[in-house]
């Protein structure tokens, strides 16, 4: 039974770049959430997608966009990156009907903006 | 929103001690989750726990929503136990976005 998987591992990038990160849900699941963790801090909530569509969303401007594909996987998308965004990015996935089901998260993608 | 609040922020043990982290809820909650995360940045699920306790080994953890509050207990503590112990809880259903504390360091030294 596969996990949570995201890629890349690290990530290196300058200021005004754009970034996109992968996430595929573990088996069976078919909600993404993805969260920003800044150094030191607890992960903060950034959206979810269900249905191939944002269904919740953090107090994150619109630099930041995602997708998500019939085969559940979803995409994570910053541009015009600043310094700020450096962080480890963290997506869980969850069984949308399971109400009192976890959620479970993968390693992470770790982003530098220089 | 929901406000969580982990106690204390940093815990240093000796191997085989135990240890007690606690977490502070704002709101009425029907679902917790208490996470460990590892140095590489993984996290680890340890428990769903709504409410009443739950063990697993050597961890065990309790809830007591009426009074909005969640206790981790690590036993006969291991150097492996080392890491960022978070909890975190959702704002409706245990899918909706989770709230995280700001988490607990654990520091065991053998």
């Known amino acids: 039974d596969a996990g949570v998987t995201q890629s890349p591992t690290h990530l290196i990038k300058t200021r005004g770049q754009q970034v996109t990160l992968r996430c595929s849900p573990k088996s069976g699941h078919d909600t993404v959430s993805w969260y920003q963790q800044a150094l030191g801090q607890g992960p903060q909530f950034i959206f979810q997608y269900y249905e191939e569509e944002e269904r919740q969303r953090g107090n994150f401007p619109d630099r930041f966009s995602g997708h998500q594909f019939p085969n559940y996987s979803s995409e994570l998308n910053v541009n015009a990156l600043l310094l700020g965004d450096s962080a480890l990015y963290l997506c869980a996935s969850s069984f949308r009907d399971r109400i009192t089901d976890t959620q479970y998260f993968g390693p992470g993608t770790r982003l530098t903006v220089l | 929103g929901i406000q969580v609040e982990q106690s204390p922020p940093d815990l240093i043990l000796q191997e085989g001690a135990n240890s007690t982290l606690r977490c502070n809820f704002s709101d009425s909650v029907n679902n917790l989750q208490w996470f460990h995360q590892n140095p590489w940045g993984q996290l680890i699920n340890l428990f769903y726990?709504?409410?009443g306790t739950k063990q697993n080994g050597r961890l065990s953890a309790t809830t007591v929503a009426t009074e909005r509050y969640s206790l981790l207990y690590i036993s006969s503590s291991q150097t492996t136990d080392s890491g960022v112990y978070f909890c975190?809880?959702?704002?409706?259903?245990?899918?909706?976005?989770?709230?995280f504390g700001k988490g607990i360091t654990l520091s065991v030294r053998p």
């Open positions: 975190a809880a959702p704002k409706t259903g245990a899918n909706s976005k989770l709230t």
């Open positions: 726990i709504p409410s």
